[in-house]
């Protein structure tokens, strides 16, 4: 049964929400690559969540940080955060797009997968790349990276911004982001939309900020269980939708149902049991959805070749199971690992510059 908690205590049901967000990502992308289109057709929102997710718990963690953590030592932690996934899902695909255009015969040049390998790593957009690479797509080695980029131009815009007045600042990039969403559309995914991508990442990470600031304001309320039961039921009838959601169903989930959907989740806590199971699907989401596509990639390419057909009822569970456990696999075998490394050896002079799991 969900508790309400207080303030001080971990938020596991966001990392529960979390979890949920990623496992909805490969179940629309399965549906989009395998040809379900009516599997969890709207599971793409879940990026937003993400980013109000993300804006609403960075200030929790960094916020007391403010006058002790320089800029550099910020973009120092999160770029420990979420490079060596970033890599790793690189190190992954690259060698399958090579692997792809000499078995197939497709004509793409060395340079051009060297150049989306190393700006992949790198996390920066590959503009116009050749369509043999995986263009007009901005990461073409791993579509879903745009968000992961965006993520890092907003924690930065934040941080440098950090002393101005957070609330009102975030309340004001929400809306004028908002107002151009409205003309433009969400996207931020290919080079003729890049462009489009700042007010998509703006207005979700905005109104994250926002809530965060305003939460602290707000007196103590018994309505939020509720509040996030019933949020969570709109989630699920909008995400497993059979058919793609209007726009204005996707701007009303992006601003206003998911961040509902967060701040009522900071004050709902379930039992242990559950709390345990949050915080291990939470862990494993950043992980899930940097690795779900170039998995998918090689799984499905290898089942092709080898069985020369596609079964979709095959497919998709195989896929699932697979990339869940490889996942789980590159977050404690490699991820942890290598962010405790880096930590040691980058932030150890700086005691008070650590990196948060969030």
């Given at each position: 049964?969900?508790?309400?908690?207080?303030?001080?205590?971990?938020y596991?049901?966001?990392?529960?929400?979390?979890?949920f967000a990623?496992l909805?990502v490969?179940?629309?992308?399965?549906?989009?690559?395998?040809?379900i289109?009516?599997?969890?057709?709207?599971?793409?929102l879940s990026?937003?969540?993400?980013?109000c997710l993300s804006?609403?718990?960075?200030p929790l963690?960094?916020?007391?940080?403010?006058a002790?953590?320089?800029?550099g030592?910020?973009i120092?932690?999160?770029?420990?955060r979420l490079?060596?996934?970033?890599v790793?899902s690189?190190a992954?695909?690259a060698?399958?797009?090579?692997f792809?255009?000499?078995v197939?015969?497709?004509d793409v040049?060395?340079?051009?997968?060297?150049?989306?390998a190393?700006?992949?790593a790198l996390?920066?957009?590959?503009f116009?790349?050749?369509s043999?690479?995986?263009?007009?797509?901005?990461?073409?080695?791993n579509?879903p990276?745009?968000?992961?980029f965006l993520?890092?131009?907003?924690?930065?815009?934040?941080?440098?911004?950090?002393y101005?007045?957070?609330?009102?600042l975030?309340a004001a990039?929400?809306?004028?982001?908002?107002?151009?969403l409205?003309?433009?559309g969400?996207?931020?995914d290919?080079?003729e939309?890049?462009w489009?991508g700042f007010?998509?990442?703006?207005?979700s990470?905005?109104l994250?900020?926002?809530i965060y600031?305003?939460?602290?304001?707000?007196?103590?309320?018994r309505?939020?269980?509720?509040?996030?039961?019933?949020?969570?039921i709109?989630?699920i009838?909008?995400f497993f939708a059979?058919?793609?959601?209007s726009?204005a169903?996707?701007?009303a989930w992006k601003?206003?149902?998911?961040?509902?959907?967060?701040i009522a989740g900071a004050?709902?806590?379930?039992?242990?049991t559950?709390?345990?199971?949050?915080l291990r699907?939470?862990a494993l989401?950043y992980?899930l959805y940097?690795?779900?596509y170039p998995?998918?990639?090689?799984?499905?390419?290898?089942?092709r070749?080898?069985?020369?057909?596609?079964?979709?009822?095959?497919e998709?569970?195989l896929?699932?199971?697979?990339?869940i456990?490889?996942?789980y696999?590159?977050?404690r075998a490699y991820?942890?690992?290598?962010?405790?490394?880096l930590?040691?050896?980058?932030?150890?002079?700086r005691p008070?510059?650590?990196?948060?799991?969030?």
């Amino acid at each position: 049964m969900a508790t309400q908690i207080t303030r001080s205590d971990h938020y596991t049901t966001l990392d529960g929400l979390r979890g949920f967000a990623a496992l909805s990502v490969l179940a629309f992308h399965l549906g989009r690559w395998l040809d379900i289109p009516w599997l969890c057709a709207n599971g793409n929102l879940s990026v937003d969540t993400f980013f109000c997710l993300s804006g609403y718990v960075l200030p929790l963690a960094y916020g007391r940080k403010i006058a002790t953590l320089s800029m550099g030592d910020f973009i120092v932690t999160r770029l420990i955060r979420l490079m060596p996934m970033i890599v790793l899902s690189v190190a992954v695909s690259a060698p399958y797009v090579f692997f792809r255009s000499f078995v197939s015969h497709i004509d793409v040049s060395a340079a051009a997968i060297f150049s989306a390998a190393l700006l992949g790593a790198l996390n920066l957009p590959y503009f116009y790349a050749p369509s043999g690479v995986g263009g007009p797509q901005l990461f073409p080695l791993n579509g879903p990276q745009y968000s992961l980029f965006l993520e890092v131009m907003a924690n930065i815009v934040w941080w440098a911004t950090r002393y101005l007045p957070q609330m009102a600042l975030a309340a004001a990039v929400a809306v004028v982001s908002a107002a151009i969403l409205v003309h433009i559309g969400i996207g931020g995914d290919t080079t003729e939309t890049f462009w489009y991508g700042f007010p998509h990442v703006g207005a979700s990470f905005a109104l994250g900020v926002f809530i965060y600031h305003l939460d602290r304001k707000l007196p103590f309320w018994r309505g939020w269980t509720p509040l996030f039961w019933g949020v969570v039921i709109a989630m699920i009838a909008i995400f497993f939708a059979p058919y793609e959601a209007s726009f204005a169903v996707k701007l009303a989930w992006k601003l206003f149902l998911s961040p509902l959907l967060v701040i009522a989740g900071a004050h709902v806590q379930f039992g242990k049991t559950i709390d345990s199971f949050f915080l291990r699907i939470g862990a494993l989401s950043y992980p899930l959805y940097a690795l779900h596509y170039p998995l998918f990639c090689w799984i499905n390419g290898t089942y092709r070749m080898l069985l020369g057909s596609r079964d979709v009822w095959i497919e998709a569970p195989l896929i699932f199971v697979i990339v869940i456990g490889l996942s789980y696999l590159g977050l404690r075998a490699y991820d942890e690992p290598v962010r405790s490394y880096l930590s040691r050896k980058l932030l150890s002079p700086r005691p008070k510059a650590i990196v948060p799991a969030e």
